[in-house]
């Protein structure tokens, strides 16, 4: 049975061997003197840097849902999954509903209920499976407060209610590290809410190939891209409602993350931030 903890969901982008995992990020400083901006595009950076900063702190006040996903992804075997899913602080509790539509077979089903059963017996291993996810979305989240410097955006404008940028790279930014050297080699666009000033949906693509390490380390195919939606379920709860990722390559950092991946998430409801796992595995089996 496919091992349902090593995955990744956050809001995102994922990098190098995946999308570049757009979440949560300590505050940016702001712009450097080596990486200025012309005067008119100095608006448009100080929105994107307004609405990283907001992610920030509403990353601060989360608060924790239960919800239905299907996915299709490597982490499915290409199968499409239904599961419920219930976050909590030690991570998200998965319980697997149907594959390619069909409920499972009893048999099936029992195995689910054994593994979420070891689940209940042994929280501290499921935190520590868990927490390689959230250093992944950590090392991610760092790169957050490289958009601001790292990427030329255009003037917004309004698509839907929306304000949609487009952004491609600096040229005058030098990265930092193999993460960034992916991430800067993106172009796309993200819709930006302008009342909330949070990030509605983020699009981007890989124009050409980006190879590190002589393609040791990785080799990130053009054509490579993700996109990621999300929806307002008042502040500061705003959640992915719709991941799609085809990346195209190889990578040794971000294992955790699919490289392909198509989910969309619905029927949320919110759950008490201090669920125990145990509670959680009795809110994911609730019919």
């Given at each position: 049975?496919?091992?349902?903890?090593?995955?990744?969901?956050t809001?995102?982008?994922?990098a190098?061997?995946?999308?570049?995992?757009?979440?949560?990020?300590?505050?940016?400083?702001?712009?450097?003197?080596a990486?200025?901006?012309?005067?008119?595009?100095?608006?448009?950076?100080?929105?994107?840097?307004?609405?990283?900063?907001?992610?920030?702190?509403?990353?601060?006040?989360?608060?924790?849902?239960?919800?239905?996903?299907?996915?299709?992804s490597?982490?499915?075997?290409?199968?499409?999954?239904?599961?419920?899913?219930?976050?909590?602080?030690?991570?998200?509790?998965?319980?697997?509903?149907?594959?390619?539509?069909?409920?499972?077979?009893?048999?099936?089903?029992?195995?689910?209920?054994?593994?979420?059963?070891?689940?209940?017996?042994d929280?501290?291993?499921?935190?520590?499976?868990?927490?390689?996810?959230?250093?992944?979305?950590?090392?991610?989240?760092?790169?957050?407060?490289?958009?601001?410097?790292?990427?030329?955006?255009?003037?917004?404008?309004?698509?839907?209610?929306?304000?949609?940028?487009?952004?491609?790279?600096?040229?005058?930014?030098?990265?930092?590290?193999?993460?960034?050297?992916?991430?800067?080699?993106?172009?796309?666009?993200?819709?930006?809410?302008?009342?909330?000033?949070?990030?509605?949906?983020?699009?981007g693509?890989?124009?050409?190939?980006?190879?590190?390490?002589?393609?040791?380390?990785?080799?990130?195919?053009?054509?490579?891209?993700?996109?990621?939606?999300?929806?307002?379920?008042?502040?500061?709860?705003?959640?992915?409602?719709?991941?799609?990722?085809?990346?195209?390559?190889?990578a040794?950092?971000?294992?955790?993350?699919?490289?392909?991946?198509?989910?969309?998430?619905?029927?949320?409801?919110?759950?008490?931030?201090?669920?125990?796992?145990?509670?959680?595995?009795?809110?994911?089996?609730?019919?």
């Amino acid at each position: 049975m496919l091992d349902r903890v090593g995955y990744n969901r956050t809001i995102g982008w994922a990098a190098a061997g995946t999308a570049l995992c757009f979440t949560l990020a300590a505050p940016s400083t702001g712009v450097s003197a080596a990486t200025a901006v012309p005067p008119g595009a100095a608006a448009t950076q100080q929105l994107v840097l307004t609405m990283a900063n907001n992610e920030v702190t509403a990353a601060l006040h989360k608060d924790h849902y239960a919800y239905t996903s299907k996915e299709r992804s490597d982490r499915t075997g290409g199968h499409l999954w239904t599961e419920k899913v219930v976050e909590t602080n030690a991570g998200k509790i998965r319980f697997l509903l149907a594959e390619d539509g069909q409920p499972l077979s009893p048999d099936r089903e029992a195995q689910e209920r054994g593994r979420l059963a070891a689940i209940v017996e042994d929280p501290g291993g499921f935190a520590k499976k868990s927490q390689m996810v959230k250093d992944d979305e950590a090392h991610a989240r760092q790169l957050l407060t490289l958009l601001p410097n790292a990427f030329l955006f255009s003037e917004p404008h309004d698509e839907n209610g929306y304000m949609r940028i487009d952004f491609r790279p600096n040229p005058a930014y030098q990265t930092q590290s193999m993460e960034e050297r992916v991430m800067h080699a993106m172009s796309g666009t993200m819709l930006v809410d302008p009342r909330a000033v949070r990030l509605r949906e983020i699009q981007g693509r890989l124009p050409q190939d980006v190879t590190i390490g002589f393609g040791l380390l990785a080799t990130i195919r053009a054509g490579s891209s993700f996109a990621t939606t999300r929806d307002s379920f008042g502040q500061p709860d705003w959640k992915t409602t719709m991941v799609n990722t085809d990346v195209n390559g190889k990578a040794i950092f971000f294992k955790s993350i699919a490289r392909k991946e198509h989910a969309e998430h619905a029927d949320f409801v919110r759950v008490d931030n201090n669920l125990s796992v145990a509670q959680a595995v009795a809110i994911a089996e609730q019919p």
